[in-house]
């Protein structure tokens, strides 16, 4: 493409897109995400960067997410996608955030720039898949998105409402059609197939009942969810919740993060003692499950607990059909409770990693394992397989012995339930439920396997939340000076003291995680450190208070 047709990208940005804010933004956790009033210019210019990005990958389609998932409503974001599903390539964040800052009168010469560097051959063909979550907010920003594609002669295709991991799925069955078919329908066919397949090889026995409640958070994954429920047959009872109509709002005070984060139930949902629910987040690429007692004391099942479930279910069905060879490895985030990595490691004997937040981070950890089981205690989190695994499994399930080839013919439906291309709280959901029934347990008996250390996480709001660096997948604090000392000293005088702040990628504030023997000694440390935080890094608003 000659410069003089990157004109049409200058014009495009100033008659429809204007850039209207000075604010600083940045290529964060999950992509870009902030205020939706600040982005419809940011996510124009990530259209032209997903052809950009779509030619140096000679022609293959990517994708751009238009979210800000666990985010309240007036936030939105967009998230790219790479071919195979992955999230974008890390060295691309630094060109995202380049261009999403640069002035209108700058942005062709900056796409030249762009082009140049990363080598695109423009007379490529582009391909762009496009979705957006349930916000409001979310049309408007998709047509930007499309305008970019357009913008660079890329050829966009718009999904509608889909959940995050829908469009991973899509974006990674476009390039490789062995994985599926790149639909909505077809990620209903594999996944909720092989559901359905594996259902009738494993009869519900034991405490194992196929009552589900879902809390949906107001987005988009309790849609799609009553889609699936029609075809579910009674193979699972799912009961919805939070479906986002009834004045709900969106995140607010339901979904897995406020669950995980606030450790109480979520409103807009009923509960009976007992009864298991899933929580999702609004994009549906998070779930974590809970439950309460008859005395309404609640149980969190989060992320870790969903890890050490799979990783458990897949290492037995793995020994059952003799695929010894094959190294399963699991990666957590500082944020995996002490008691659960204990657990995998004196208990499941399990290798596990840790690495900083985000999924990104996680994916690729995982990939250099036969299998890699992931999860943020938050509840994002997949199993990945290598090609290897897929062709021993395969090939056992052929020519094993007949236990060897049952086992091993669960697992390939096992790997097809499971979305490899990133966390889906759809897809986790289905296999929780079936590594449950499996094995015959209601959720207590899930829990009892080990046992979590009381943990609060806090926010503090700061001046600049990149005054604060980390090293050390996110364990130590490197700056401001004297932070991590205080942190030190604090958590020595706690009984199974462990802490830690990071700058969150996702909102504009410090986070704080804290653990120790009690809750009242967990909540005492964070808000220790929430406050060594607000002194020695620039806090802004009230100041974090200790519990009383
Ligand atoms: C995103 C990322 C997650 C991360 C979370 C919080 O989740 O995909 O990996 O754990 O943000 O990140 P931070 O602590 O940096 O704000 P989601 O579900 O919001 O896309």
Request: aromatic content about 8%.
């Amino acid at each position: 493409m000659p410069p003089s047709s990157l004109r049409v990208v200058y014009a495009f940005a100033r008659e429809m897109h204007p850039k209207t804010s000075d604010v600083f933004i940045q290529y964060g956790t999950a992509g870009f995400r902030t205020k939706a009033n600040l982005l419809e210019h940011v996510v124009y210019r990530m259209g032209l960067l997903a052809v950009i990005r779509s030619r140096v990958k000679n022609g293959r389609t990517i994708g751009m997410m238009i979210t800000a998932s666990h985010n309240l409503e007036p936030d939105n974001g967009v998230k790219l996608v790479d071919p195979d599903g992955e999230m974008l390539e890390q060295s691309w964040e630094e060109i995202a955030t380049r261009l999403a800052n640069v002035s209108d009168n700058d942005l062709e010469s900056t796409t030249a720039e762009v082009i140049k560097e990363v080598n695109a051959d423009m007379a490529l063909k582009a391909s762009v898949f496009i979705g957006m979550d349930t916000r409001y907010t979310s049309p408007r920003l998709a047509a930007a998105a499309a305008n970019g594609v357009i913008a660079l002669k890329g050829t966009p295709k718009e999904f509608g409402i889909v959940t995050t991991p829908i469009l991973h799925f899509c974006v990674k069955c476009r390039n490789d059609n062995t994985y599926g078919t790149p639909t909505e329908e077809g990620y209903y066919e594999k996944i909720v197939g092989a559901f359905k397949n594996i259902r009738q090889k494993l009869p519900v026995s034991g405490d194992y009942n196929t009552t589900l409640y879902v809390d949906g958070a107001n987005g988009v994954g309790g849609k799609k969810l009553n889609i699936i429920k029609k075809s579910l047959d009674g193979e699972l009872d799912l009961k919805l919740f939070n479906l986002g109509g009834n004045g709900g709002k969106l995140n607010l005070n339901c979904g897995a993060d406020f669950v995980k984060v606030s450790q109480k139930p979520p409103v807009g949902v009923e509960h009976a003692p007992f009864q298991r629910v899933a929580s999702l987040d609004g994009d549906a690429d998070r779930i974590i499950y809970y439950f309460l007692d008859d005395q309404n004391v609640m149980y969190l099942l989060d992320g870790d607990r969903i890890a050490t479930l799979l990783a458990s279910y897949i290492t037995r069905q793995l020994a059952a059909s003799g695929a010894h060879t094959l190294r399963l490895g699991l990666v957590q985030t500082a944020y995996a409770n002490g008691g659960s990595t204990k657990y995998i490691t004196e208990e499941l004997k399990v290798p596990v990693s840790c690495v900083k937040t985000g999924v990104k981070h996680l994916h690729h950890a995982a990939l250099a394992y036969d299998v890699g089981v992931y999860f943020e205690a938050n509840g994002h989190g997949t199993v990945v397989y290598s090609d290897n695994a897929k062709k021993t499994i395969a090939r056992i399930a052929r020519e094993g012995e007949p236990e060897q080839r049952a086992a091993a013919d669960l697992l390939l439906n096992f790997i097809d339930m499971t979305n490899e291309t990133v966390g889906d709280a759809i897809s986790d959901l289905f296999l929780v439920e079936t590594v449950l029934c499996a094995r015959g347990i209601a959720a207590p008996h899930w829990l009892a396997s080990y046992q979590d250390l009381p943990c609060r996480q806090l926010k503090v709001t700061v001046q600049d939340r990149n005054a604060i660096s980390t090293t050390d997948a996110e364990r130590q604090c490197t700056s401001p000076e004297g932070l991590q000392s205080r942190i030190n000293e604090l958590v020595t005088t706690y009984k199974d003291g462990r802490a830690f702040v990071r700058p969150s990628g996702t909102e504009d504030v410090v986070r704080v995680y804290a653990e120790a023997d009690t809750q009242l000694n967990a909540d005492k440390l964070a808000a220790e450190v929430a406050q060594a935080v607000f002194e020695l890094a620039g806090g802004v608003g009230a100041r974090p208070e200790l519990p009383a």
